[in-house]
């Protein structure tokens, strides 16, 4: 079974411009989660979706938003990219908020976002 | 912000040895999961215990759980050089299902 995949890899921007970042969930699970993990910030929690709806927001700018899509992957837009954005972007995907069970998140490869 | 903090913050072992790492959280939890990530990649899931539960095993693993305390530890025995990354707690709490992340312990096992 194939797990969470994320692309790209890595994307290198300059500041001020937009960044599109794309998770696809591990198959049936509707929930997906964005982390960032910038240096010596450590990872914080961005973004929950949960069957087409934003469910909870951490504690960012409204630069940071996304989307899931009806086949449930999802997409992270980061807009006037600053330099600080420069991170490892995680997405996680778990079943979704009414499977009633203690939820594990299993996690993508990441995306390296690197602002010039 | 994080919530929690991890020690030690990095441990070097000889191959063979067991090793413990600490998590301490601040607010109650519904369930406790612990990472490994491997040179800035992705996170793998290790184990999950939840708070009604004290103890838990998983191969190599064993991990704890004091509520009391709010703390958790994660034992690996019987370490292997494979086991060299950074490992990292993290809960999650009422209906938001983020996790928050400990602060992580790089862990170094030499061969």
């Known amino acids: 079974e194939a797990g969470v995949t994320q692309s790209p890899t890595h994307l290198i921007k300059t500041r001020g411009q937009q960044a599109t970042l794309r998770c696809s969930p591990i198959?049936?699970?509707?929930?997906v989660y964005w982390y960032q993990q910038a240096l010596g910030l450590g990872l914080q929690f961005l973004l929950w979706y949960d069957e087409g709806e934003e469910r909870n927001r951490g504690n960012f700018p409204p630069r940071f938003s996304g989307r899931q899509f009806p086949n449930y992957s999802s997409e992270l837009n980061v807009n006037a990219l600053e330099l600080e954005d420069s991170a490892l972007y995680l997405c996680?995907?778990?079943?979704?908020?009414?499977?009633?069970?203690?939820?594990?998140?299993?996690f993508g490869p990441g995306t390296r976002l690197t602002v010039l | 912000s994080q919530q929690g903090e991890e020690d030690p913050q990095a441990l070097s072992i000889q191959e063979g040895e067991n090793a413990t790492m600490n998590c301490s959280y601040k607010?109650?939890?519904?369930?406790l999961q612990w990472y490994r990530q491997n040179s800035g990649r992705g996170l793998v899931h290790l184990i999950l215990?939840?708070?009604?539960?004290r103890e838990k095993h998983s191969g190599r693993l064993r991990v704890t759980l004091d509520t009391s305390k709010k703390s958790s530890s994660l034992l690996i025995t019987a370490s292997r050089a494979a086991d060299t990354a950074s490992y990292f707690c993290?809960?999650?709490?009422?209906?938001?299902?983020?996790?928050?992340f400990g602060t992580g312990t790089l862990l170094a096992v030499q061969p």
């Open positions: 215990i939840r708070s009604n539960e």
């Open positions: 607010t109650s939890i519904n369930n």
């Open positions: 198959s049936g699970h509707t929930s």
């Open positions: 996680a995907s778990s079943l979704g908020r009414t499977s009633g069970v203690a939820d594990t998140q299993y």
């Open positions: 993290a809960t999650s709490g009422g209906a938001t299902n983020k996790l928050i």
